[in-house]
């Protein structure tokens, strides 16, 4: 098989499996982000999430990631729902009403893996989703499925950015995609404007001490007594940047099942998240990203809400 053949299979076998796109990249340094990153973690906005600060050679060079590595297929996968919690005391982000979306993803890329394996031969490569250094939404815009909008998210005109995005790395030859190079966010700064806690602190830019999702679930301290009182509802995550972006308006409900909300704490109602015992914590969140802030940490989000 020619490039062209191996990824014209490639994407075709990505739409099987449900896959919302798929886009392929030449395997290369990211010359241009390295200023970009530098001076992000510089500034210390990864927080405490000290892990930003590791393999900053492989997070800019995928070959050193993956040995023999030539090409990066960027994939995307919606995850925007039937139904959407409105009127509850507390919300949850939209990502995470189902089942863990790293387990779901993982099953997928291994079925391509294998796809690709069957009809090619010896193929050498690594799956990753949200797992490892790579810089995802700057593979995806340079596969072409889309541009970082001003809120930082990965933006699509035909889909919006309720997605995940998740890469297989491979030393394979392939037929390269035109990367994204066109900004239509515009004049629009909806999502800076809307940002219950000012964490986007520029236009591309989020400072994740200020960021409603770093506090609810990786900040594992007790919140800073300045960002108390700024929650709104949201105990897992946030949505509030997507939720008012005007590409979203193109969002269509996800056709994959795992990611189906838990009927039963879906319609909780106040009391029953302020009274949620540990031990059904486990059970209800067993297989759910809700589960990686720990019982003792939701319990802390519920609790400055209702302070």
């Not at 810089?135 to 919006?160: C, P, Q, R, T, Y």
């Not at 704490?265 to 589960?291: A, G, M, R, V």
Request: glycine share 4%.
């Amino acid at each position: 098989m020619n490039p062209s053949e191996i990824s014209s299979f490639i994407k075709k076998e990505a739409e099987k499996l449900g896959f919302l796109s798929c886009g392929i990249a030449k395997a290369r340094y990211l010359e241009e982000e390295t200023p970009r990153l530098e001076a992000w973690l510089k500034n210390n906005h990864q927080a405490s999430m000290s892990y930003m600060e590791n393999h900053f050679d492989k997070r800019l060079d995928p070959r050193k990631l993956v040995e023999g590595a030539k090409s990066i297929i960027s994939l995307s996968l919606n995850y925007f729902p039937k139904e959407v919690q409105s009127q509850q005391d507390f919300l949850i982000s939209k990502y995470a009403y189902g089942e863990d979306y790293h387990f779901v993803i993982k099953r997928k890329l291994k079925l391509l893996m294998e796809a690709i394996r069957e009809k090619i031969g010896d193929v050498e490569g690594r799956a990753f989703v949200d797992s490892a250094p790579v810089m995802d939404k700057v593979w995806a815009k340079e596969a072409g499925l889309g541009w970082i909008g001003k809120h930082s998210n990965l933006l699509s005109k035909k889909l919006g950015s309720f997605f995940f995005l998740a890469e297989l790395i491979v030393d394979l030859e392939c037929e390269y995609d035109l990367p994204m190079n066109t900004d239509h966010c515009g004049t629009c700064t909806k999502c800076i404007d809307a940002c219950p806690t000012q964490a986007i602190i520029e236009p591309y830019v989020v400072d994740a001490n200020k960021c409603i999702s770093y506090l609810t679930i990786e900040l594992k301290d007790e919140f800073p007594a300045e960002m108390k009182n700024s929650y709104d509802k949201w105990i897992f995550g946030c949505d509030v940047c997507q939720d008012v972006c005007p590409w979203n308006r193109f969002s269509i409900p996800n056709e994959t099942t795992e990611f189906n909300p838990n009927s039963e704490w879906f319609y909780y109602t106040k009391n029953d998240w302020e009274n949620l015992k540990q031990e059904s914590f486990e059970i209800l969140f067993k297989h759910s990203p809700i589960k990686r802030t720990k019982y003792e940490g939701l319990m802390r989000n519920i609790r400055a809400i209702k302070n």
